[in-house]
């Protein structure tokens, strides 16, 4: 058993997540992503999915990206 680092739950089936040289032990995936996804700069929900990256700033969507940076007109499309 190995207990999980956000929540501290001590349980038999947690497991790691081996990410830039470091080691991370969750018991859920909410766990994981609440330590580990990214938070989007405009509406500040984490980022679960692919994301959309402009010079090095993290939105959720093409929306936020537009709506945050005027360039990303020119960078990010919608797919449908």
């Not at 700069?41 to 993290?58: K, S, Y």
Request: proline residues 2%; hydrophobic residues 40%.
């Amino acid at each position: 058993m190995a207990a999980c680092e956000v929540c501290g739950n001590d349980y038999a089936m947690s497991f790691e997540v081996h990410a830039q040289g470091a080691v991370h032990t969750f018991d859920s995936f909410e766990c994981a992503i609440t330590r580990m996804a990214p938070i989007c700069e405009h509406c500040e929900c984490r980022i679960v999915g692919h994301g959309v990256e402009i010079d090095r700033h993290w939105y959720c969507s093409a929306h936020c990206a537009r709506t945050a940076d005027p360039r990303a007109n020119a960078l990010v499309t919608d797919h449908a």
